[in-house]
């Protein structure tokens, strides 16, 4: 370190422009193109994280800040929240890099701790406008049968702006959500975490996992079908 209590890049990653972090190739390599970093390469980095080297938080920052912030903003749906989160899980990082035994990529397990620091500021809002997730679930009569059929839903174009409207669809019948459920969708089918993976951030059984996301999905589905239902 250079005598700071933080590294300089932490002032970076809170009042640096969305289009910095959004657009600039140098700030956010993708996910993927993170992970192959060569092997001996991220070690070095480590090492040098380790021994907090402030070249090293800087380069560890930029190659990470823009995916991860991405992450938050998924989860959060706010720039503000996603960038507090953000800031936060670099600072978990930064305290706890010591302890990082290299189980898996360095990537996966900042990854964890955005995911973590994004749920505990999602958490921190009141979400007045959840609705029970047995109203959401699909009802059935008593031969077993659905009383409203699932139906195909309709193809709604491949314009730019539909797609948006879309996007915007999805995500506000998420926000509809439980915390419980929510959280589990978010995790598995947005951020593509593993059911374990799902299960060690959450604190939960595989199993919890696996009837979460059923619950969820089945909830989401009826959220979003008279948008997409094809005929009557």
């Not at 991860?68 to 507090?84: F, H, K, N, Q, T």
């Amino acid at each position: 370190m250079t005598g700071s209590p933080l590294p300089s890049s932490w002032t970076w990653i809170r009042l640096a422009p969305a289009a910095a972090l959004q657009n600039n190739p140098d700030f956010m390599p993708s996910l993927s193109s993170s992970r192959a970093v060569d092997h001996a390469s991220e070690e070095a980095l480590i090492a040098a994280l380790r021994a907090a080297d402030d070249d090293a938080f800087t380069t560890f920052t930029h190659q990470h800040a823009g995916p991860m912030l991405a992450v938050a903003r998924r989860i959060v749906g706010s720039e503000e929240d996603a960038r507090d989160a953000l800031q936060e899980a670099f600072l978990s990082a930064f305290k706890a890099i010591k302890s990082f035994e290299g189980g898996s990529r360095l990537s996966t397990w900042l990854h964890r701790i955005v995911v973590n620091a994004a749920l505990m500021k999602l958490r921190s809002r009141k979400r007045a406008h959840e609705r029970p997730i047995e109203d959401l679930l699909p009802k059935f009569l008593s031969d077993g049968h659905q009383a409203t059929p699932a139906a195909a839903w309709q193809e709604t174009g491949d314009s730019e702006a539909q797609r948006k409207e879309n996007r915007a669809l999805v995500r506000a019948a998420i926000d509809e959500l439980p915390e419980i459920y929510r959280t589990v969708l978010l995790l598995r089918d947005i951020e593509e975490l593993s059911t374990e993976e799902t299960a060690e951030v959450l604190g939960i059984n595989n199993n919890a996992v696996k009837t979460r996301l059923h619950r969820a999905r089945q909830a989401l589905r009826t959220l979003l079908d008279p948008h997409f239902r094809e005929g009557p």
